[in-house]
């Protein structure tokens, strides 16, 4: 149309070629449309995935996905990987002999309170649990688990006798031992081409979750129906979560706060804390403190022994590891086994009269004094020190370097002197002026004033690259991000914010405010 008004000057040309350039620009913005419709529906509970799509079209950095370095091979990260842990471990022994437990607790269950089997299931739970299981298929399955999931009333029988052979004789099979391992970078912005920068993430077989799930739950009842288990650790149980362990810990500060005293609260950190636990050690505590026995506890020994794993990069296999002590990142009974593992942890604590709460293998120590008798937190560096020496003795190396210490009360001449003379673990300890505690920012007066700031930077940065894509965005599609990316930060550990004053309830406001421009396409 163009070349025949370019050639003929004829008005009916003109406007055929303008007419085509409409239709073809609708065209465009309407296959654009379903594309992202299609693309979000698929993918709308998956935030790795929507992140990853928004920042490659938007062209704001590189997306993260699992694109490695060319120059490290599946042989380089398992090397890694297993160094990694022998190195800590050799570190760990060489502590040993120089510490002393004053605190070793053994606790011996009656016979009427042992968990002795598991118990078979029926048909109707299998395929209940199956249903309900994420389809994430891991390389090692003989088939796609979507698959698996549409023929699950022809397999149900074979896979039952799977899982309840198991639990009836105490024995995992050899394959569902085996795991996959996949690197996964800490964070966005660091050095791909650093192995230091990468995590292992284990993949088992898919079938292999199942029977762990199906073993969580029996134990989960036993630990319930006893009442075994730290009351103040929140990490993987039913209704608990890092919003309550946070709100617990920001009520007893703020009561402290309001009876004029002054709170030290210590960030405990440990490293590689999931795979340095020792599997003799576990057993143990299984056996002595849960009171697990009989074919329940060759099961776990079945579980733990004999494991292997490899990784897998950029279409490459490495050679084979075996796997001599830790519980496995990425299993479902892996979190169960650790949180029974750390049960001694509460007892010591609370034998030097310190405040505590603990999700998975972050733990938080905090103690308030009256300004003139800071001497008490003496008691804190003594918890310390006992807390190392059982943490040495159970193969977990307690990180001085990255624990943290924020002192919150007043502004007075105690407070500043006590930021001169901390000593925790031997060495002194500098406050910071604020810390960030399982995804949210503390700081000395707990306005999180701090926390809000980053909230709003984060949430901003996310809304200017939704609203470069939301011209070819459908109503709800733009929906999906908004509330992916922004809602999602805004409602995280909100019910902290409950004292918050005004100025800084606005502010979270004004993100809401634009976000909703955004999406409506309206002017302020």
Excluded at 335 to 346: A, N
Excluded at 402 to 417: D, F, H, Q, R, W
Aim: glycine share 4%; charged share 20%.
């Amino acid at each position: 149309m163009e070349r025949s008004w370019r050639k003929t000057k004829l008005e009916v040309f003109r406007t055929a070629w303008r007419e085509c350039t409409l239709s073809y620009r609708k065209a465009l913005k309407s296959a654009r449309s379903d594309y992202f419709s299609t693309l979000l529906e698929e993918n709308k509970h998956n935030p790795r995935y929507l992140f990853n799509t928004v920042a490659k079209l938007t062209k704001n950095k590189e997306p993260t996905g699992t694109d490695f370095a060319h120059q490290h091979s599946s042989n380089d990260f398992m090397n890694y990987f297993t160094s990694k842990i022998d190195t800590i471990r050799d570190k760990i022994v060489t502590m040993q002999p120089s510490i002393t437990v004053s605190h070793q607790i053994v606790r011996y269950r009656s016979p009427g309170e042992q968990f002795n089997s598991f118990s078979t299931i029926g048909q109707e739970e299998l395929y209940k649990l199956v249903k309900s299981s994420k389809p994430t298929t891991c390389m090692l399955d003989p088939i796609p688990s979507r698959l698996l999931k549409e023929m699950l009333p022809d397999l149900i029988d074979p896979l039952l006798n799977i899982i309840n052979s198991s639990l009836s004789l105490g024995y995992v099979p050899k394959t569902f031992k085996l795991a996959a391992i996949k690197p996964l970078i800490k964070k966005p912005q660091l050095d791909p081409n650093e192995l230091t920068n990468y995590r292992p993430i284990s993949n088992l077989p898919f079938l292999s979750k199942i029977l762990e799930k199906v073993v969580s739950s029996q134990l989960s009842s036993f630990l319930q129906k006893y009442d075994i288990g730290e009351d103040f650790q929140s990490g993987f149980r039913p209704y608990h979560s890092t919003e309550t362990a946070l709100i617990r810990v920001t009520n007893d500060l703020l009561l402290s706060s309001d009876r004029g005293c002054i709170s030290l609260l210590v960030l405990l950190d440990l490293s590689a804390a999931f795979d340095t636990v020792d599997h003799n050690i576990l057993l143990n505590r299984l056996e002595n403190y849960v009171g697990i026995s009989g074919s329940a506890l060759a099961w776990f020994k079945s579980y733990l022994s004999d494991r292997h794993q490899f990784v897998a990069v950029n279409e490459e296999v490495s050679y084979r590891s075996q796997v001599q002590y830790g519980v496995p990142q990425g299993s479902v009974l892996g979190p169960l086994l650790f949180t029974l593992y750390m049960l001694p942890l509460g007892d010591i604590i609370r034998k030097y009269g310190v405040s505590f709460h603990c999700y998975a293998d972050d733990t938080q120590l905090y103690i308030s004094s009256r300004p003139g008798k800071t001497y008490q937190f003496e008691k804190l560096t003594d918890c310390v020190v006992e807390l190392k020496n059982w943490m040495t003795s159970n193969f977990l190396l307690l990180n001085s370097e990255k624990t943290e210490v924020l002192i919150i009360g007043p502004k007075t001449s105690a407070c500043n002197n006590l930021k001169h003379c901390l000593i925790l673990d031997g060495c002194s300890v500098n406050s910071s002026s604020s810390l960030r505690n399982l995804g949210v920012l503390f700081d000395g007066n707990l306005s999180f004033e701090n926390h809000i700031s980053s909230i709003c930077k984060t949430a901003f940065f996310h809304l200017k690259n939704i609203s470069k894509l939301r011209p070819m965005l459908s109503m709800s599609n733009a929906e999906t991000l908004i509330h992916a990316f922004m809602t999602s930060r805004l409602d995280y550990c909100n019910a902290l914010l409950g004292g918050c004053s005004a100025r800084l309830i606005n502010k979270l406001q004004l993100v809401q405010n634009a976000a909703a421009r955004v999406l409506t396409r309206t002017k302020k």
